[in-house]
């Protein structure tokens, strides 16, 4: 194929779906999924999908309005996400592309990615030249209650995961170290255990936490202060042997360069929705593998499964399931995997679902 079809419209809807399990973090609590679902038509009659999560439901109508207000940029123009992600970073230099601005453009980079994967009847993962293979998850809780959750961690062993990640901070340090070891009576010793503290720490806390759950062999620390201090993290590295986690909240490559030019971190965790989309992805993936810095996802399994795959210092795919329920089905998941499905991003919507969550 060599004329490449063209984007005919730009559609966003707006729906608040059901989690299976509410994510509590010491910097707030997540009941629900706030998402905004991306459909690009096309003049071959295929849509492309995607979706970006707006933490909050005030997010997604200035989202929604901002994609319909570009929407005649993208008209006429070929399935090329490539080339729009550098015309969209030139337009928007000026005012820059971060927060729901970015959130945007990489939901549509995204949904444009699936486009070209149906267009040519194949995996997105193809396309960027991989094949489409399980990728190891890890299951990821929010602040988890003990000994109430014991029985749902017992499940994600039951289901293959031989990693897990819970959330502290929501109180002092005896109840991390009470949580960290009631978890561990349930995993064993040869799970990997990974805490996040959602930003909500200092340098000096998080040290002196740290310190008292040495006992309990933390495979990383994430975001422990505020993402934006570099520095910060870069101490804390320095401070402790407990490896730092950190990129969630990065935006675009150009912010990922200077924390790897800051030494903030041990491990990556690039959000595609903040990343630039698989187009920013594959930057981030480069600058990862010049690094030596191993990448994990964060959030959005089904796109995860096709990058990581093809992602030179592959780690770990987060398993958050935020969006299945406004899906015909859920990820390909099995034995602590997630297999990428196709063609494109393999995802459909529900539209029954869809409809019933719509805001």
């Known amino acids: 194929m060599t004329d490449l079809p063209t984007i005919t419209s730009i559609t966003a809807r707006a729906v608040n779906a059901p989690l299976e399990r509410p994510v509590r973090t010491a910097s707030g609590a997540l009941e629900s999924a706030p998402l905004l679902l991306i459909d690009a038509g096309t003049d071959a009659g295929i849509t492309g999908r995607a979706y970006v999560m707006g933490y909050t439901v005030a997010t997604l109508e200035p989202m929604r309005a901002f994609l319909a207000n570009i929407e005649a940029m993208c008209v006429g123009q070929p399935i090329a996400p490539v080339d729009l992600a550098a015309g969209f970073e030139n337009r928007f230099r000026l005012m820059g592309r971060q927060g729901l601005v970015g959130m945007a453009l990489s939901g549509l980079d995204m949904a444009l990615w699936d486009a070209l994967g149906q267009v040519h009847g194949a995996p997105v993962v193809q396309l960027l030249g991989g094949t489409a293979m399980p990728v190891k998850a890890y299951d990821s809780y929010g602040i988890v209650d003990m000994p109430e959750d014991a029985g749902v961690l017992e499940r994600s062993l039951e289901r293959g995961f031989t990693a897990i990640k819970i959330k502290l901070g ?49 495979y990383w620390v994430e975001e422990p202060v505020p993402a934006e201090d570099l520095n910060a993290h870069a101490e804390i590295r320095a401070g402790t042997h407990v490896p730092v986690q950190t990129g969630e909240n990065w935006w675009f490559v150009s912010d990922m360069e200077k924390a790897v030019a800051a030494g903030a971190c041990d491990f990556a965790m690039p959000d595609l929705m903040k990343i630039g989309g698989i187009t920013g992805w594959q930057k981030a993936a480069g600058l990862a593998a010049a690094a030596r810095i191993p990448v994990s996802s964060h959030l959005f399994i089904e796109a995860s499964a096709h990058v990581l795959p093809v992602t030179p210092t592959a780690h770990y795919l987060e398993y958050l399931d935020v969006a299945s329920t406004v899906q015909e089905s859920p990820p390909d998941f099995k034995d602590g995997h997630v297999t990428p499905r196709g063609p494109g991003l393999g995802m459909v919507w529900d539209e029954a679902a869809v409809k019933r969550y719509l805001l």
């Open 170 to 218: 929501e109180d002092d340090v005896a109840l991390d170290v009470a949580t960290c070891r009631a978890v561990r009576e349930v995993i064993g010793n040869d799970v990997a255990l990974m805490v996040d503290y959602n930003q909500s720490q200092t340098v000096t806390e998080t040290l002196w936490r740290l310190d008292h759950l040495a006992d309990f062999d933390l």
